[in-house]
T-cell receptor, first 115, second 113 residues
Framework: QQQVKQSPQSLIVQKGGISIINCAYE??????FPWYQQFPGKGPALLIA?????SEKKEGRFTISFNKSAKQFSLHIMDSQPGDSATYFC??????????????FGRGTQLTVWP | NAGVMQNPRHLVRRRGQEARLRCSPM?????VYWYRQLPEEGLKFMVY????????ESGMPKERFSAEFPKEGPSILRIQQVVRGDSAAYFC???????????FGEGSRLTVL
């Protein structure tokens, strides 16, 4: 079963707008939540990550919001640019048992930013 | 400072042949992971290895697939008697520890004719 559920599947945003991608998880053993960016023909690259001891983390135009009680986290891209057009994956991993050392990925969101 | 190196980048095999995918982790990284990505899908975990040890192979099909990470040399993902359903992008990632950041290679794209 899909351990991390991601939505929307695709997203079209005007240049300068805000892109929002949401993820939800069930396994309470997860304690590390990264976001990856992938361009066509390339491997995923870590964009930003958060641990559950904080509710928000910001790096430049990228912000992760984390709601531990709801088991949800989201990526916000402020002032979206055409160069941000890529596929974004949320993921989760933990420190115990089957969650240790492996990432569970969402199915991805294809973001297109129109100029 | 080379990243995770994977080769070949593209591989074409006919049904029934063998495919060997190689991965050299980043310098100083002893943890290697293999993931498979099908079109329009996220990455699915296959196997987690440390030098000479398979730590977790729960995501790998029981038959035809095997992985190793020898003391010397790259990690190898081996697929025997390939079938069309094996066509996918296979990504290798490495980290310094089991809880460290994963760095991905650019992938090996396998096409089975």
């Amino acid at each position: 079963q899909q351990q991390v559920k991601q939505s929307p599947q695709s997203l079209i945003v005007q240049k300068g707008g805000i892109s929002i991608i949401n993820c939800a998880y069930e396994n309470t053993a997860f304690d590390y939540f990264p976001w990856y960016q992938q361009f066509p023909g390339k491997g995923p690259a870590l964009l930003i990550a958060i641990r559950p001891d904080v509710s928000e983390k910001k790096e430049g135009r990228f912000t992760i919001s984390f709601n531990k009680s709801a088991k949800q986290f989201s990526l916000h891209i402020m002032d979206s640019q055409p160069g941000d057009s890529a596929t974004y994956f949320c993921a989760a991993s933990g420190m115990m048992g089957s969650t240790l050392g492996r990432l569970y990925f969402g199915r991805g969101t294809q973001l297109t930013v129109w100029p | 400072n080379a990243g995770v190196m994977q080769n070949p980048r593209h591989l074409v095999r006919r049904r029934g042949q063998e495919a060997r995918l190689r991965c050299s982790p980043m310098k100083g990284h002893s943890h290697v992971y293999w993931y498979r990505q099908l079109p329009e899908e996220g990455l699915k975990f296959m196997v987690y290895l440390q030098k000479e040890n398979i730590i977790d192979e729960s995501g790998m099909p029981k038959e035809r697939f095997s992985a190793e990470f020898p003391k010397e040399g790259p990690s190898i993902l081996r697929i025997q008697q390939v079938v069309r359903g094996d066509s996918a992008a296979y990504f290798c990632a490495s980290s310094q520890s089991s809880t460290g950041e994963l760095f991905f290679g650019e992938g090996s794209r396998l096409t089975v004719l």
